[in-house]
């Protein structure tokens, strides 16, 4: 009886934080996730906007398609150097019910840019998609077989993030 819970865990699934990265090569498409982002908000505040969201993102949690995918993903990200890229969510405004603005402060490799989101707020997530350049961040897209297979230079982020 006590392993029926287990069972039931892919069925109903548990809540879990998740950022992915999505992005294409000339060839393929491809998917880097992690499941561990590290997520602090001024959750005793009574207005959004006084309530930023911070995400860090331990490069090292970050799972690729494929061993080689994840090694390159970490080397482009030079994570021996700057093993965290965070995601600061602030200017939080409702733009309608359940859904909001904010400015969103990446920083990757040291370079920060800042990029104008849609929140979702639905019953357990805020949830945002947005596209943006590698370039934006002056880092050094993968390539492989001599550079016959390469990376595109924009990628699509997604956030789930529990609240």
Aim: charged share 20%; aromatic share 10%; hydrophobic share 40%.
């Amino acid at each position: 009886m006590k392993y029926l819970f287990l069972l039931l865990i892919p069925f109903f699934g548990l809540a879990q934080n998740k950022i992915e990265v999505k992005g294409n090569t000339n060839v393929s498409s491809f998917s880097c996730v992690n499941l561990n982002p590290i997520v602090t908000s001024a959750k005793s505040s009574t207005s959004y906007k006084e309530a930023p969201i911070l995400i860090q993102l331990n490069v090292k949690d970050f799972k690729c398609n494929n061993k080689r995918m994840t090694k390159d993903f970490r080397k482009m990200v030079d994570m021996e150097n700057h093993p965290l890229i965070t995601i600061s969510n602030h200017q939080i405004s409702q733009v309608k019910p359940n859904n909001f603005g904010a400015v969103s402060k990446v920083e990757i490799k040291g370079n920060q840019n800042n990029y104008n989101i849609n929140l979702i707020k639905d019953n357990q997530y805020w949830i945002a998609r947005r596209s943006f350049n590698l370039s934006d961040f002056d880092l050094e897209l993968p390539k492989v077989l001599g550079g016959l297979i390469y990376l595109k230079d924009q990628v699509e982020v997604t956030i789930n993030i529990q609240h």
